[in-house]
Each structure stands twice: as structure tokens, then as C-alpha cells.
């Protein structure tokens, strides 16, 4: 036990006491250029090895980022909110590896510098070569210097890329490290070679058997704990840390033994900065809770171990999340998604499903997996206690708060056999859930998906359209005085001659331009389109003709709505008063302050507005006190059934009365036979319009049905 305490340079000490017996000069000289020799050797392939697992474990930690990064930062980037962007790079920044983070769009251009006040935000980033390998080639490049390592990651999810990330991390604390280790090893080099540099020195003559067998004996003892040592450093650079006990086990405590207890504390840092970066990696940084990196990896995992067990997906998203940050501030709103992200856990204890697992994927979404191998409850059951939790009122700094959520369901296998098709069919009818309005639940079908197919479709063929708009058209639906039959209008609607779909209807594609915004190019071409047809009948109109055409939600707020109706009258030499706007109540109701400003506008211009499909909403009163309108259109469902339901008779009667009483005008909607046309010519309507009269039509044959019949000579289609 003593010997094995013995310091490094005692045993110098006893094998020079031994080499006095050594007289033979050429065999310990030999023996000392082979020990150095192998010194040497093993000085350098330790130094190598040290080199080798501190960069690679650096490189993998900084690859971890880079690729957690690349995921997490889709939604933020494609939405160009900066503010997720900082949300998510500032607890990277602020752990001390990373000394900077740049993300860039698929143009080449900084998005954030990752600096609260990204003072370098659109500017080019200073690499292009790099964009271009990262965006089209779809590389992760790192490059790795004395002082820096830059890990570049493109953006993206699905083989959809839209732009970059580079890390730089130092790697000073790396180069340290590695000199640290260095040192030591060249300080047991320098001591062994001075030993037996002294040993040759005052050797003596000895037995060579007896000089041999010691020297061979200490060199044993020296090299081999470097060489077992040296094994367990390959080791922790391949990441496998099992094994730092073995090393702790090499009781010294000699020069060897400080280097070994190094090695130790060494690892067991790396070990637990991995561990650390791992948990960041799949869990989400506010509520603690997985994200959506390790529910898809607990999925896949599932799939693969339990092929023939069923479970659920249920998608949640917290309806109208962002008028409570609006409102009481983000503080506010990250408390709530905490104070639901515990109500979830506690509903999952509650339901006593094992292998169940709530997550938050995104902002104001969660994912909870649910087992059915177990008939506790049905997965509807589930909805309709994730709805009534999330419908609790909670009260946040004195604040009481309620909300809702909508919820998709998508189930193993019927609704997928992968994650990403399971969290993507969840998605679609949590999507379905909101339409249905919001506070609900929608199971998928594969109908869902169809629409959702269909309608993706649709929006990219209408953008393609929209290029060159040949296949929009104007068609007309005539108006006419019930009293004296004489034509004084025309309802413009826009129709889609689609060239594979021949015509698209407008409820396929109206609410689609709507949400897109695409509504604005056609709602522009529609106002152009009616003011150049308008034109061409000019000489065989009567005075009182006129066109009128729907306004949408976005052209009504837009401030230059007015501008732009008059610029294409005046181009095209036509009055104001052949042309009239259509807007509906629920568009009012969004933005009044804003709709009456327009409202008035017009009105100013001399463009009249009538109120559309007036008596289905609100039918508010007070919107025909307030806002600046000429007229109103009865709407359909009040004319379908007057001829045999009293009440709709007298609902229209009333309505007249109003309207004469408020000097507004009249057009009775969805007429459809003599009948109703004559009653309303009893109850003194003004105007008509329906099938009875005429369906809608190209503008050529509305031309020669109706406009020809009034100047035959000067008709032009």
C-alpha cells in the first residue's frame, strides 16, 4: 500500500538506485531511447484524444442548438415575428456558450441578430456563399477555428426551407481546457525524461537481468494507467459518460491520479451541460412541459413498440390567446398558458391513462396523447373535459379571466400510422373546430383533409389566375322597376371560368380570397371590369341605369376605397350615379368607426351604398340611423315564402313602411315567380330582383337579352 502511494519522483529515485547496478551502458541507453520513444508516443495520442473529445463534444452541443433551432424557429420566421424569434434565442444567448446568434430569411437578409434592438435587421448577411449553400442546397455548414466554431442550420420543416441560423460559439474555455490537459501531460514528459536522464548518470554497473526487470516494471506501472486513461478519454468524445466511475477508481495520488480526478470533473461537467441541453431541447422553456420535438419522438417511439395499440391526438388551441396578451400584457398570458398547462396535467392524473402526456407545441397550442387501449372514458368524453377546464374562469392579478378552446382529434391508425400525419390531421380538425365557432370539438375525417387539399388548391390556382385575370368574369343579374317593368340595374358578381374546373362557384373561392387577402386584385378588377362595361352600354341605357357591385370587409377599410371608385369612373367618363356599392351588416359590425368614415366618404362622392341582405344579422336600426346608405335589399328568405306565410308578408309590409318613412330605397331580393312580384308590387316595392326577371349572366348575353332590346342599333356586346 505504500508503494502505491509513493510519489512519481520517489520511484525515479528507486529506479536510479536500482540503474547503479547497471553497468552496462549501451543496454540502458537503448532502454531509454525506447521509453522515451514511447513516451512520446503516448504524450501525443493523449493530447490528440483531448483535442479531439473537446471538439467534438463542443460541436455536438453547439449541432444540438443549431438543430433544435432550426425547428423551433419555423413559425416565428415564417410569420416574421421577431418577438418569438428573442423569446426563444435569449435563454440560448444567456447560458454563456453561445456568444452570438444570427437569423437570416431565405433572401439572404438578417431577421435578428439576436440583440433586443437588432440593429442589424434587414441588412444582407455578411456571407452570401453560406446563404446559397444553407437555402438551396439545404446544408448544415460548421466551421470550426482556434477561437470560434460557426454552425450554420437552414430553417425548416417538412423539406420546406425558409431561411437560416448561425451559432458562434467561443471555444476559448475549449482551448483552455485542452492546454490544461496538455500541460500536465508535458510536465509528466519533462519529469520522466530528467529521471532518467539521471538514471543514465549515476547508473551503475548492474546485473542486466535485475536493471531490465526494474526498469521494465516502473515503465509498466507508469504507462499503463496513461493508457487506461487515454481509453476512456475515446470514450467521452464518442458521448458515452458510463463509464467516468471506472475512472474515479484509479486511486492515486501521484501526478497520475490529479490528472484522472481532472478527467472525472471534466466529464461529469460535460455530462450534466448535455443533460441540460437535452432537456432543452425537448421541453418547452414557460410551462416545462415536452414541446413538440419529444411528443413526436414519444409517437414515433409508441408507433414502434406498440403497433397494434390505438391512442389519440387531441389538438388544442386557446381561442382569441392574442386579445389577452392585447389586453393584459404577454406576463399576463404566459400565467395562463401555465396556470392551463397544470389544469391539463392534473386532467391527465385525473383520467388515470397510462402513457398519456400533455405537451405545448407552440404559443397558445397543446397536444395531449391519449391511450384507448383502456375504456375509461371516450375520447369525446376527454373533449368535453378539456373544454369545460379550459372554460374555467381564472383569476391573474385581480384579473378574472374565461377562456375557450377549440379542439381537433385525430386517432391511431385510423387517422394516420406517423406523427407528423397525426399531428397534422389533429391540426386540420382543430381548424374545422374554430369555423364551427370556436368553444368546440372536431374528430377528423378524411373529408377534412380533402377540403383542406381542395381549398390549398384553390388558393394557389386563384394566385396563378390572378396574374393574368382572362379567366374572371363580370356576370349581370338584372334589376327591375315592379311598377312600371322598366330595367334599371344590374348586380354585378364575379364568376371563375377555371380552364381544367370549367366554373368555380363563389362560395369556393370568395372565402378563401377573403382570408388570403387576394379579395383586394379581384375586388380592384371587378370595380375596373363593371366601370368598362358600363361604358360600352352607355348610349343605350336609360338615365336611372346602374351597376352595382359587393364591397368585401378588406376593400370597405381600405382608406383609398373612395379614391380608387372615382379614378375608374372618371377614366371611363362615367356618373357616379350609375354606380352603386353592396356591403352586408356583419361587415359593419367590425370596424364601425371605421365603416362609417368610408361610408361617408362615398356618400361625398356620390356613390351610393345600399345595405345587403338586410334583416339577416343584427338588423340593427340604429345602423341605418348612423351610417350614410341609399337603400336596402330585402333579402330572399323574406320573399321565398310570402305567398303562403302571413307573417313574412307583414315582416315586408313593415319593412317598406320603414323605409319609405326613412326615404330609403328598396330592392326585393329572390324573386321567383309572378306571384311574389305582384304581391310586392301591391305593398309598393320599388325594385326587383330574382330569377323571375332573370338569372345572373355574361355580360354578352345580358347585352343582347336586355340592353338590345332598348337600343338595338348602337348595342355592342
Known sequence: MAARTMKLRTRYMLVTSGLILVTILTSLSTYIYLSNTQSERLKTKLQQQSTHTYTSEIVKRGTQLSDYLSEALFDALYSYNLEATWYLLQPILTDGEISRAIVFDKHGNIFHDGTPEIASFGQPFPDQDVVRRVIENGEQLQDISRRRLYITTP??????????????????????????????????????????????????????????????????????PIQ?????????????????GEIKQLNRDDEIGGLANAIAKMAESIQQRTQEISYMAYHDALTGLPNRHQVMRLIRTRISKYPDKPFAIMFIDIDDFKLINDNFGHGTGDVLLCTLAKRLTSLIKLLELDGAMVSRISGDEFLLLLPLEKEICSIETAAEHVLSLLATPMTIESE???????????????????????????????YCAKAQGKNTYCVFTHEMAESVIYRNQIEKEMRRALLTPEQFELWYQPQFDLITGELIGAEALVRWRHPERGIIPPMDFIDIAEKTGLIVPIGEWLIHSACEQLAKWRECLNDNFHVAVNLSCKQLYNSQLSNFICSQLAAHDIDTKHFHVEITESILMQNEAGAEKTLETLSKNGI???LD??????????????????????????????????????????????????????VAEGIENAVQAELLQQFECQTGQGYH????????????????QSCCTECSA
Open 155 to 224: 430553417i425548416e420543416v417538412s423539406g420546406m426551407i425558409i431561411g437560416g441560423v448561425r451559432l458562434e460559439l467561443s471555444t476559448a474555455r475549449m482551448a483552455i481546457d485542452i492546454a490544461e490537459t496538455t500541460n500536465i501531460v508535458e510536465r509528466l514528459h519533462d519529469k520522466s525524461t530528467q529521471a532518467l536522464l539521471t538514471s543514465a548518470v549515476v547508473s551503475t554497473v548492474v546485473i542486466l537481468a535485475i536493471a531490465g526487470g526494474l526498469v521494465f516494471a516502473f515503465s509498466v506501472s507508469l504507462v499503463r
Open 228 to 244: 487506461h486513461l487515454t481509453r476512456h478519454a475515446e470514450k467521452l468524445g464518442q458521448g458515452s459518460f458510463e463509464h467516468i
Open 400 to 430: 378574472e379571466l374565461i377562456t375557450s378552446g377549440s379542439v381537433g382529434i385525430a386517432s391511431y391508425p385510423a387517422s394516420g400510422n406517423n406523427s407528423e400525419d397525426l399531428i397534422k390531421n389533429a391540426d386540420i380538425a382543430m
Open 608 to 610: 351610393n351604398v345600399w
Open 613 to 666: 341582405d338586410f334583416g339577416t344579422g343584427y338588423s340593427s336600426l340604429s345602423y341605418l340611423r348612423r351610417f350614410t346608405v341609399s337603400g336596402i335589399k330585402i333579402d330572399r328568405s323574406f320573399i321565398s315564402n310570402m305567398e303562403e306565410d302571413k307573417r313574412d308578408q307583414n315582416l315586408v309590409q313593415a319593412l317598406l313602411q320603414m323605409t319609405k318613412e326613412l326615404d330609403l330605397e328598396v
Open 693 to 708: 326577371f332573370g338569372r345572373p349572366m355574361p355580360a354578352e348575353e345580358f347585352t343582347k337579352q336586355f340592353i338590345c
